[in-house]
T-cell receptor
Framework: DGGITQSPKYLFRKEGQNVTLSCEQN?????MYWYRQDPGQGLRLIYY???????QKGDIAEGYSVSREKKESFPLTVTSAQKNPTAFYLC?????????????FGAGSRLTVL | GQQVMQIPQYQHVQEGEDFTTYCNSS?????IQWYKQRPGGHPVFLIQ?????EVKKQKRLTFQFGEAKKNSSLHITATQTTDVGTYFC???????????FGTGTRLQVFP
């Protein structure tokens, strides 16, 4: 079945540590996205990529980094510079990255900083 | 910057009652999409509206795009417990290449 796989589902991290969240898709979509979800704030865009080896900052990119070395993969690193990293992180993909594209989401990764 | 607000933030209804969530943008939208996120789940696409004044129906769900393309609504007739979740609208303008998500409306249905 085609879809998006995020791992890990739950992650605990100590302050000062970097952590990388995995996102893999087998939908043959060109575009991939990372969103952060906090209670009562909806989804906020962290980074997005419309093509391999290229990505753009979203609205809240500070403290995060990404790479897009393969079409299928778009890992997100939450660095120690991110001041409030505890959140639910959602990866999504779309066919071409056009504004009218439908987003397909993964199941999410819940990060808790201790 | 562009903002998309949704009201209400929360809504509790008795099963069988109707429910409406409203989505309002500070700028004119090119299109609007609606997503549903079940508790503990991830957002799932419901529908997309593109034309001014457009109305689309999916069984008990009715979606509307305002004439000025600055607002949208989702109406659920005779809610069921399976309607529980958070409903998000998401839109973009001619000047942006990415969707802006609304703040979401969390619906709770009591049997």
């Amino acid at each position: 079945d085609g879809g998006i796989t995020q791992s890990p589902k739950y992650l605990f991290r100590k302050e000062g540590q970097n952590v990388t969240l995995s996102c893999e898709q087998n939908l043959n979509h060109d575009a991939m996205y990372w969103y952060r979800q906090d209670p009562g704030q909806g989804l906020r865009l962290i980074y997005y990529s419309q093509i391999v080896n290229d990505f753009q900052k979203g609205d809240i990119a500070e403290g995060y980094s990404v790479s897009r070395e393969k079409k299928e993969s778009f890992p997100l690193t939450v660095t120690s510079a991110q001041k409030n990293p505890t959140a639910f992180y959602l990866c999504a993909s779309s066919y071409t990255g056009q504004p009218t594209d439908v987003l397909t989401f993964g199941a999410g990764s819940r990060l808790t900083v201790l | 910057g562009q903002q998309v607000m949704q009201i209400p933030q929360y809504q509790h209804v008795q099963e069988g009652e109707d429910f409406t969530t409203y989505c309002n943008s500070s700028t004119t939208l090119s299109n609007i999409q609606w997503y549903k996120q079940r508790p503990g789940g991830h957002p799932v696409f419901l529908i997309q509206l593109v034309k001014s004044g457009e109305v689309k129906k999916q069984k008990r769900l009715t979606f509307q795009f305002g004439e000025a393309k600055k607002n949208s609504s989702l109406h659920i007739t005779a809610t069921q417990t399976t309607d529980v979740g958070t409903y998000f609208c998401a839109g973009n303008t001619r000047n942006t290449d990415k969707l802006i998500f609304g703040t979401g409306t969390r619906l709770q249905v009591f049997p």
